[in-house]
Structures are given as C-alpha cells and as structure tokens.
C-alpha cells in the first residue's frame, strides 16, 4: 500500500477525469490520498471530495501562504479557524508556510498566518504540512521558536540540501516529503538522500504539479507515486515494497490515519 500525502486532486485540472484518476490510483496500490487545503476558494471542492470518497480522500486545513497578504490575512485566518474547531475532522494544518518566490512584501503577513496555525494545530494536537519555498531561513526561524514536543508534520516538497534535512529532523517530529523532483535528472536531490535515512521520509506528488519523469512537464497525478517509489528503490538499494512499508507507516502515524 502507498500513500499519496499530498495532492490537490479537487483541482479544476482534474474536473474531466477525477473518477478515472482515483481507479487508477487504487490499481497502482495508491489507496489513501491526503488533501491539503489552498485557502477559503478551494475548501468547498475539498471537502467535497472527502465526502464522496472518505475512505480514500482525507482533508487538511489551512492556508496556503501565496494566498496571504494584508488584504485578504483575516478573513483567511477566521475561515480556517472555524473550520478546524468545529466538528469535521481534519488530519493536518495546512499547507501552511513561507514562499518567498513571488513576492517577499508579504512576508510579515505570511509569518503571522503560520505562528497562528501552528498554534493552531498544537491546540488541536494535529500535525502540519508546510510549504516552504525560498524561505528555509524564515521557516527554520519561526520552527526554532514554536518547536516542542507537542509539534510534529512534514516539510512538503522537499528540495534542500543536506544541512537543511538535518535541521528538519532534528526537530524530533518531522518528516520531509519527496516528490517528483527526486526523479529528475541533475536535480541533486538523490545526492541529498543518500545522507538522510528512509524512516525520515514520506512520499507525496503535489498534484497537479511536479510530475515525476517520464512524465515531467505535463499533469502530475496521483497514481505515479510508485514512480516516487521507484527511484528511491534505486537510491536505497532495495525494493518498491520495501519503500512502501516504510513510507506508509510514517504517513500513517504521522498523520493518524
């Protein structure tokens, strides 16, 4: 069994075949999907998803940090608010975060919306999944101040190097997730993991993007996770089953599945 622990499968993109993904997914061995929220545009979608499928699909909720800024900060934060403490239930906060990439003035508000959640989910004793993009030095900075034994989740997406890894897990109740990246050629990250144990590690897509070789450049979907697996296969020395084990039974305490 593998576990996509990331994907935007109620994404417009997949409006024309989503049915047809998650059959393909369940036929790949991909039998749990975990949904990360993008911001109160996309809730309704999501939940609907999980709803129609609550033994697959299971959502998380937060704010994406490209979707905070001075305008939009406190309607976003009382939107996810009500949602994580009222009676649905959620396996994580998130995808929450810094990104740097497209515009730094927002960089206060981004700061504030994830001290919040992350409270949040401490209260809530939820892990959560971060996004960080160009904002290692920031994230580590709030991540060194919040950081206990009562905070755990994932660094989604991960792309750093190993010194960065490290400073993740040594938090004590982190995963990175690998994506797509680990499958490109000259991407490096395959260098990185060589440092890095498996039992750190749990894979995800973040569908529709990042799809993994062959497939780079186009759709990303759930159902090439074990491509994921695959080239970790190669990285470790062992097998897809190997890699399966190991990578679901971390998403699945880590995210009390």
Same mark, same amino acid.
């Given at each position: 069994m593998l576990i996509d622990t990331h994907t935007h499968l109620y994404s417009s993109k997949f409006d024309e075949d989503r049915e047809t993904v998650i059959s393909d997914c369940i036929a790949n061995g991909v039998t749990k999907l975990l949904l990360p929220n993008i911001d109160s545009n996309s809730t309704e979608a999501m939940l609907a998803l999980a709803d129609k499928y609550p033994s697959v699909c299971y959502p998380m909720m937060g704010i994406h940090p490209c979707s905070i800024n001075n305008d939009t900060i406190e309607k976003e934060l009382a939107h996810t608010k009500e949602y994580l403490f009222s009676n649905r239930? !959620?396996?994580?906060?998130? *995808?929450?975060?810094?990104? &740097?990439?497209? +515009?730094?003035?927002?960089?206060?508000?981004?700061? $504030?919306?994830?001290?919040?959640?992350?409270?949040?989910?401490?209260?809530?004793?939820?892990?959560?999944?971060?996004?960080?993009?160009?904002? !290692?030095?920031?994230?580590? *900075?709030?991540?060194?101040? &919040?950081?206990? +034994?009562?905070?755990?989740?994932?660094?989604?997406? $991960?792309?750093?190097?190993?010194e960065q890894a490290k400073h993740i897990i040594n938090y004590g109740g982190f995963k990175l997730g690998i994506g797509g990246v680990v499958t490109f050629k000259n991407g490096g990250l395959d260098k990185v993991l060589n440092e890095i144990e498996l039992k750190h590690l749990i894979l995800e897509t973040d569908a529709p993007y990042l799809a993994p070789t062959p497939h780079?450049?186009?759709?990303?979907?759930?159902?090439?996770?074990?491509?994921?697996?695959?080239?970790?296969?190669?990285?470790?020395?062992?097998?897809?089953?190997?890699?399966?084990?190991?990578?679901?039974?971390?998403?699945?305490?880590?995210?009390?599945?």
């Open positions: 239930k !959620f396996i994580a906060v998130g *995808e929450i975060g810094i990104d &740097l990439h497209w +515009d730094k003035t927002t960089l206060d508000a981004q700061i $504030f919306a994830f001290k919040q959640q992350i409270e949040w989910a401490k209260e809530l004793n939820l892990p959560i999944a971060i996004h960080a993009r160009e904002a !290692f030095n920031e994230i580590f *900075e709030v991540l060194d101040e &919040l950081n206990d +034994d009562n905070l755990n989740g994932v660094l989604h997406c $991960f792309t750093g190097n190993v780079r450049g186009k759709r990303n979907s759930s159902q090439y996770i074990p491509l994921i697996g695959d080239k970790l296969a190669d990285i470790y020395g062992c097998t897809l089953p190997d890699i399966a084990k190991v990578t679901t039974k971390n998403a699945i305490e880590l995210f009390g599945l």
